[in-house]
T-cell receptor, first 114, second 113 residues
Framework: DAGVIQSPRHEVTEMGQEVTLRCKPISGHDYLFWYRQTMMRGLELLIYFNNNVPIDDSGMPEDRFSAKMPNASFSTLKIQPSEPRDSAVYFC????????????FGDGTRLSIL | QQQVKQSPQSLIVQKGGISIINCAYENTAFDYFPWYQQFPGKGPALLIAIRPDVSEKKEGRFTISFNKSAKQFSLHIMDSQPGDSATYFCAANISGGYQKVTFGTGTKLQVIP
């Protein structure tokens, strides 16, 4: 059974470039979450969706960040323009909308902005 | 207050010893408390979880102790092994359709032979 699939696994790009991170949630899961992990700030929730609709984007750091979920099997997190302080590991997670069900995380995208 | 405070930040334990990680919360609406384990290069994965109607839950070498009145809970790893070396996150959320989870800051555990 495939887990949450994220791509790319690693991304290195120069400041000012557009970055697009991709996520395929587990089939049947109706919640999707985007997190950012850094040494300084730990695991931060950026945004989450329910049935493809954004529910809470209060964690999105600024307007340079945007996320979409055009269908139940795909989501993107875009940073435009990117800055060195955006360097982090970005995780996507999905879950069933049932109490007590865990979030299933992908293996993350390690993003480095030079 | 949505915070979950976790300590210590890092922990070194001898093989065979007991690892203890503590968490505290303020929001009394939290009613589900999972622990996640994260290995390097991987995403966090659910390890064990508890609801506040029980004071303890044990799964193998892993035990959660829960103190509702103190709003604290802890993870105990008995007979710690080098393979347990990972980062551990406590978390909390509210049942009833709210799938948003509040994570602690994480504890990096190193078990030395």
């Amino acid at each position: 059974d495939a887990g949450v699939i994220q791509s790319p696994r690693h991304e290195v790009t120069e400041m000012g470039q557009e970055v697009t991170l991709r996520c395929k949630p587990i089939s049947g899961h109706d919640y999707l979450f985007w997190y950012r992990q850094t040494m300084m700030r730990g695991l931060e929730l950026l945004i989450y969706f329910n049935n493809n609709v954004p529910i809470d984007d209060s964690g999105m750091p600024e307007d340079r960040f945007s996320a979409k979920m055009p269908n139940a099997s795909f989501s993107t997190l875009k940073i435009q323009p990117s800055e060195p302080r955006d360097s982090a590991v970005y995780f996507c997670a999905s879950s069933l909308g049932v109490d007590g069900q865990p979030q299933h995380f992908g293996d993350g995208t390690r993003l480095s902005i030079l | 207050q949505q915070q979950v405070k976790q300590s210590p930040q890092s922990l070194i334990v001898q093989k065979g010893g007991i690892s203890i990680i503590n968490c505290a919360y303020e929001n009394t609406a939290f009613d589900y408390f999972p622990w996640y384990q994260q290995f390097p290069g991987k995403g966090p994965a659910l390890l064990i979880a508890i609801r506040p109607d029980v004071s303890e839950k044990k799964e193998g070498r892993f035990t959660i102790s829960f103190n509702k009145s103190a709003k604290q809970f802890s993870l105990h790893i008995m007979d710690s092994q080098p393979g347990d070396s990972a980062t551990y996150f406590c978390a909390a959320n509210i049942s009833g359709g709210y799938q948003k989870v509040t994570f602690g800051t994480g504890t990096k555990l190193q078990v030395i032979p």
